[in-house]
């Protein structure tokens, strides 16, 4: 006789009959292998692996010399200190986009986006060329002997990489907020300052959170500028590249890296929880949305000075790149010269045109599994769906170190040997992809009636009928973000790549990092250059032919 209560014994018997109802229908079971088994494969496993592979005597070094330690602090200190920085400017730039009759809106739009769609360490390197040794400023103008290696260059890398990330997750919130309250507190006697400390602020916090847990793992993961312009100053991410390539120490390596997912997982739980629980919105009765509350004029041109100041620095930064291209020696023959860019066709295009093949492959690969994804794990019904909904959005939490020494581990060795193949790193390239590719793809189904589907389930339409004519159309705008996102994000990428690439499937960010850490700085700038006009073209295009924002504050 069953011992369980009546509601369990209902629910299982539920989970069984949805779980029968399905197994007549072959596309769903199709899709759900199709979603399930690649997640298995590549994140799952390779995971798993990574945790296996170090010893006690590995775990014991680690925690007992003095390198590692100062290295995890180091790591703890410089991102807690750039998400500090980057918040602030990213929520600079929210408060004032969000806000009616604020000037040159569109300036600091373009401005903000400008370091989603360049290498994660072009930062990192224009900072050396302005101001290191060798700077435009500092050596050139100033007459000085500087230099940016170290946390302080570090710092300004991180700030300047990241605070779009935090502009763009505060932009949405701060727009969201219902103006009401403001408005009520002025009619009460309240100060605009009184307004945006016990209104304005309060309502935001949450979504500020938010952002700053997602620069925090961002910060802390990072490993294009560390290995820049980091210098002395060791981290987690670039420590673990030592140990796994410098000195062949796969142990230690795979230890690094599960003390760096550590955190990072830790803040994507609190990220995710977060963002589940909060609303951001006030919802007032119906009738019409009141415009948002002008900044008082003193406030709007500090501000507006503020930003400016911000922008120009962001633009410096891909001037500088540019100019560096075109120069004969970086600091000492400012010749302009196409030479940086000879040697770049003739003896790197072919990472270059690695980069856009695999990316290209990355880009729609991860837009149909993404709408596949969303598709089964939100319309249907199955054991395990949320489980497998966790699995999708979890290459979120890991750091690219990990993902790229946990693919050396898995992939190294049967049943599947991959390493030095371009499969490889295609596959490293749509795992970190995929949680942003589904999300979308999600808010894209949220937006389209089940109704529609359940009307043609009663007309007779199967489930393949109904995604092939109906859903798949409907979100045509969430496969094309995804892929357009996707493909400028694997030619950025760097972290996890840097581990899984060969003599013949070199990519042209590793071969930036590879030209600038032996002082190559003229063709590293001249790679850095091509990738930024190819990435920025194809935001352009997007623009133009879809009429679509890729990233819209």
């Keep these: 006789m069953s011992t369980a209560t009546p509601t369990v014994e209902l629910q299982r018997r539920s989970g069984v009959s949805r779980l029968l109802g399905l197994m007549k229908d072959p596309t769903v079971v199709g899709a759900i292998i199709v979603v399930t088994v690649p997640i298995i494969v590549a994140v799952v496993y390779p995971v798993v692996n990574v945790f296996i592979q170090p010893a006690l005597e590995h775990w014991s070094r680690f925690f007992t010399r003095t390198r590692y330690l100062e290295v995890l602090r180091n790591s703890l200190f410089i991102s807690v200190l750039s998400t500090i920085s980057a918040t602030v400017i990213g929520f600079g730039f929210a408060y004032a986009l969000s806000r009616p009759k604020f000037p040159g809106k569109t300036f600091f739009r373009i401005t903000s986006i400008l370091p989603l769609i360049s290498p994660p360490f072009v930062a990192g390197l224009s900072l050396i060329l302005l101001l290191g040794r060798q700077g435009i400023i500092t050596h050139g103008i100033l007459g000085l002997d500087i230099s940016m290696y170290g946390w302080h260059g570090l710092w300004l890398a991180q700030t300047f990489a990241f605070y779009p990330i935090a502009a763009l997750t505060l932009s949405g919130v701060l727009k969201s907020l219902n103006p009401t309250l403001e408005y009520a507190a002025q009619d009460l006697g309240q100060t605009r300052w009184g307004i945006f400390k016990t209104v304005t602020l309060p309502m935001a916090i949450p979504g500020v959170a938010s952002a700053a847990l997602l620069v925090l793992m961002l910060a802390l993961s990072d490993f294009g500028n560390p290995m820049v312009i980091g210098g002395p100053f060791r981290v987690m991410a670039t420590e673990a590249y030592v140990q796994v390539v410098g000195m062949q120490n796969l142990g230690m390596g795979a230890v690094i890296s599960i003390v760096l997912l550590v955190p990072s997982f830790l803040f994507f739980l609190i990220q995710r929880y977060w963002v589940s629980r909060r609303q951001y919105t006030s919802v007032s009765g119906k009738g019409g949305r009141l415009d948002p509350m002008t900044i008082s004029p003193t406030v709007k041109w500090l501000l507006f000075a503020f930003l400016m100041l911000v922008s120009a620095f962001v633009l410096a930064i891909f001037v500088v790149v ?70 999708v959005v979890l290459p979120a939490a890991l750091p690219g170190t990990l993902v790229g020494i946990a693919f050396i581990f898995a992939f190294n060795q049967p049943p599947l040997v991959l390493t030095g193949t371009a499969a490889v790193v295609i596959l490293s390239m749509i795992i970190r992809n995929v949680p942003v590719g589904y999300r979308t793809a999600l808010s894209g189904l949220h937006q389209i009636d089940v109704s529609i589907e359940e009307s043609a389930a009663d007309g007779g339409a199967n489930t393949l009928q109904i995604l092939k004519d109906i859903t798949i159309p409907l979100l045509k705008t969430a496969f094309t973000v995804t892929l357009v996102y996707t493909f400028i994000r694997s030619m950025n990428t760097v972290s996890a790549v840097i581990f899984l690439v060969s003599a013949g499937t070199n990519v042209a960010t590793t071969s930036i990092l590879g030209l600038a850490e032996h002082g190559y700085w003229g063709e590293a700038a001249a790679m850095a250059t091509i990738l930024i006009a190819i990435t920025s073209t194809v935001v352009i295009l997007f623009r133009l032919i879809g009429g679509k924002k890729l990233f819209e504050l």
């Design 322 to 391: 540019v100019w560096g291209a075109f120069a004969r020696t970086w600091g000492f023959d400012w010749t302009l010269t196409l030479e940086n860019f000879e040697f770049t066709f003739l003896a790197r295009m072919g990472h270059i045109w690695n980069s856009i093949q695999y990316s290209l492959v990355a880009g729609f690969t991860t837009a149909v599994f993404a709408v596949i994804s969303a598709y089964i794990l939100f319309r249907k019904q199955f054991l395990g769906r949320k489980t497998f909904d966790f699995l």
